[in-house]
């Protein structure tokens, strides 16, 4: 579906993904001042959800800061074009802004320095910003303990997003202690977990991306609820997306 202005219920408002049915099965979208994480395999289709999202809130007239892992600015602004998620007008503007994290810490900081350098960057962020998302922060979680990642978290949760700001971060399953995830769902507002499915169609097998709804808005669904879907270029040169969702759904006491 094309992308539309934040949907608004008791004057909240809310950033949508571009697809009316994930927008739907997050309860309408993401709310500001939301703590979010994506989370899945490689090649799950994390990024591009999360650039979607992106894209759903510059349109919503917000501004959003992307910070992105192992790509330049114009990198990932050629990426989110090949996706017709045409970003570079927001730029000159300043409703969006790039950060690549290379320039925000270097490979060879610890952990926790890693954390805290990010975490000073992101304190000194206009106080308009309204949409935070870290794209992703595999190398840095990969070589940090356990307690330090939940205290960053954390921090970020205290300190960001009750501030009023949506923050939205995705990780690789590989990079962390699978023990690590259920204190982090508990952390986290809205929890998403993807991952690659075989499933038939006609008289085909396909992989298709799978997006788990694992938490919303702070509440465990009492039905998990995974929404199929596919990236799809060709679709986005007829609209402004290129998430197609497929009739697929799956609902899990």
Do not use: W
């Amino acid at each position: 579906m094309l992308y539309r202005q934040p949907l608004e219920e008791d004057n909240e408002i809310k950033i949508s993904s571009g697809s009316d049915s994930i927008d739907r099965a997050m309860f309408g979208g993401l709310p500001i001042g939301s703590f979010t994480l994506i989370e899945g395999p490689s090649g799950t289709g994390k990024s591009v959800l999360a650039q979607h999202l992106a894209f759903g809130a510059l349109l919503g007239d917000l501004r959003v800061c992307y910070y992105v892992e192992n790509k330049s600015r114009e990198d990932l602004v050629k990426q989110m074009a090949s996706l017709s998620l045409d970003v570079a007008a927001f730029l000159p503007e300043g409703r969006l802004s790039i950060y690549p994290l290379y320039e925000i810490y270097s490979v060879k900081d610890p952990g926790p320095v890693a954390f805290e350098k990010l975490q000073r960057h992101i304190g000194t962020l206009p106080p308009d910003v309204n949409f935070i998302i870290v794209d992703s922060l595999n190398a840095v979680v990969s070589r940090a303990k356990s307690q330090i990642i939940l205290t960053f978290f954390m921090k970020c949760k205290q300190e960001i997003c009750e501030g009023g700001k949506a923050v939205l971060f995705t990780l690789p399953t590989s990079s962390f202690d699978p023990a690590l995830l259920p204190q982090m769902d508990k952390l986290f507002d809205t929890h998403l977990s993807l991952h690659v499915e075989g499933t038939t169609v006609g008289l085909q097998l396909r992989p298709m991306k799978v997006m788990d709804i694992m938490k919303v808005r702070k509440a465990q669904l009492r039905r998990q609820t995974s929404v199929y879907f596919e990236v799809d270029p060709e679709l986005g040169r007829s609209m402004n997306m290129s998430l197609k969702v497929l009739p697929f759904y799956r609902f899990k006491a």
